[in-house]
């Protein structure tokens, strides 16, 4: 089946997504990544940016890229502000989001979801400890400031282009909550984070909310590809397994795949 959308991953949770004219791209992290030679400047367009939370492995190129493409930013309700005055960005093409909230921008809905970050298993004033200690965050202390709101606010969205394609971007665990808020959506692509969780249960879980084609992110900010593809190779084998008539996507940085 074709879906009429073009992906591209650049690194950790950064996608293009290109449908028609529109131009989207999640959380973009891509220059200090040491796991591929890939800049900002290797974004080619960008209409709409996503951000579902504000750890600065989310953010980092988004200064650049807004003055380069003045494209709408769509995030959290509280962390709009503090990400606003970081980036000195024009308010206007701000658009805080909460749950729910659905905006058409014409050949894209793009609609927020509510979402948890990943468990830590730390507690705020350790979350916050950790990740001062981040190179980024000590040489930047505004954006240290604000890392907070990433560790409480997260926001999962989902884009539906106006040929009928649902396309999930999604970073949390696979709980219950999450299963029976997609489960009713019902994404046909379905981007989702690379979880240290078993790959069964997550191609289950990709099943249960009856994604076609899936697609892993986050898997190599901390590791390289000979490290993480074993694990994700087996990943794909439980999800075809599990979606017969399904699709598992090995992304490649920088390379677009035609849906």
Not at 71 to 82: D, F, I, N, R, Y
Not at 151 to 157: D, G, H, P, V
Request: proline fraction near 6%; charge should be negative.
């Amino acid at each position: 089946m074709s879906y009429g959308v073009r992906i591209k991953w650049n690194t950790i949770a950064s996608f293009e997504i290109q449908y028609k004219d529109t131009a989207i791209l999640t959380d973009p992290c891509i220059t200090v990544n040491e796991n591929t030679d890939l800049t900002w400047e290797d974004v080619e367009k960008c209409d709409i940016i996503t951000i579902t939370h504000v750890h600065w492995d989310h953010i980092t190129d988004l200064p650049v890229l807004t003055k380069k493409f003045n494209p709408k930013v769509l995030l959290g309700e509280l962390s709009a502000m503090p990400l606003t005055q970081w980036m000195d960005y024009n308010p206007s093409n701000v658009y805080p989001m909460e749950p729910n909230l659905e905006l058409d921008f014409g050949e894209v809905k793009v609609k927020a979801l509510f979402g948890k970050h990943v468990d830590q298993n730390r507690t705020i004033g350790e979350l916050d400890e950790r990740i001062g200690k981040n190179p980024l965050c000590q040489a930047d202390p505004f954006m240290k400031s604000f890392q907070t709101l990433g560790s409480l606010e997260y926001r999962n969205f989902l884009f539906t282009f106006d040929n009928g394609t649902k396309v999930l971007m999604w970073g949390n665990n696979p709980r219950i909550e999450q299963q029976k808020i997609l489960s009713a959506i019902k994404p046909d692509i379905a981007i989702l984070q690379f979880t240290k969780h078993e790959p069964d249960e997550m191609a289950e879980f990709a099943k249960s909310i009856g994604a076609k084609v899936m697609i892993p992110h986050h898997m190599d900010l901390k590791h390289t590809e000979e490290e993480y593809m074993p694990r994700l190779l087996r990943l794909a084998e439980a999800f075809e397994r599990k979606v017969p008539d399904g699709k598992f996507i090995v992304p490649k940085h920088g390379e677009w795949v035609e849906l």
